[in-house]
């Protein structure tokens, strides 16, 4: 009985050979010598192996599919990655398939099996478990099997995975938002958002941290504050927190703009003015920042930027699959009004 799951990428693991010579033999377009050609032949009839249109196109990538797995579209951060690579890759004729996890792992885990079953020429994850800083065995066990059947690009830190990856390099952007907070004058900081277990979260701290302890100020570890998740209400219920507290901080940073956009409200709750009491910046740099009364200062990246580094590192991977490569987005920094020098005398809180 024909296995439909078994894909070209199968049948050269189990032969022993690439997956474009699987392609050749398919194909006929080039000559392969005959103990390949009766290697490759045999597994494809042991698993009664049909070539469907991407088999049969491999090596000239006719298919022109990458899919794509957000970890949530709803997230204006995943959803500029996403904007920035299909237009990149309309630009290269290729079209890009959206499936979006909305922050459920074992929907994520379906879409991945979906995917490398509909046999793309190469997926790429952005967000979910391969952010995950110490993912468990599980976890790596499933990539690698994924990984057999198709090739993938990580969007971030991809350590333990089988894979090329993309990443944004923050450190420009924590260093030149930090320094302007400090050149307007403010030495208490807070960060609020995000948990330590996400990669993106870890290294924005480290960030923190290293720049402050440079600098040659404090940074109070309770200011650096942890989130059940990355949304609106966390940045409110953090910092409405925070302003209760005796001598809160001056400058506080969201980890995103989502909750850098709860603590705006909070700080309007709490009778504060942003920017003349308290400033407020974020991380993503994305349409949202534009949105607030004041407009948000925001550190990130360029995400059309981004959809060329991206394409063309996807290129380099579908080409040579069993290529690991790393490509880095540069990073900057977008004032805008949320931020001011501190009150002469401080922050006053009633």
Partial sequence: MKNDNVTIYDIAREAGVSPATVSRIINGTANVKAEKRERVQAVMDKHIFVPNALAKGLSSRESKTIGVLLSDIRNPFYSSVYLGLETAAVKYGYNAVLCNALNDEEAEKQQL???????????????????????????????????????????????????????????????????????????????????????????????FRNILHREGLTCNEKWIIETPSYEIADGYEAAKKLFRSPNPPTAILGINEFVALGIMQAAADAGLNVPHDISVAGFDNTFLAKLPTPTLTSAGCMYDEYGEVLMELIRKVIANPQERLLSMVPSGLTVRKSCAAPRQNGMRVD
């Fill in 113 to 207: 099996e979906m995917m490398s079953s509909r046999r793309v020429d190469l997926i790429v994850i952005c967000g979910g478990r391969t952010d995950t800083v110490t993912p468990d065995d599980n976890q790596i066990a499933f990539m690698n099997q994924i990984a057999e059947r198709v090739p993938i690009v990580v969007a971030g830190t991809a350590d333990y995975f089988p894979c090329s990856t993309i990443r944004i390099d923050n450190r420009p952007a924590m260093e030149a938002l930090m320094g302007y907070l400090i050149g307007l004058g403010h030495r208490d900081f807070a960060l609020i958002g995000g948990l330590a277990a996400k990669t993106p979260t870890s290294e924005k701290r480290g960030l």
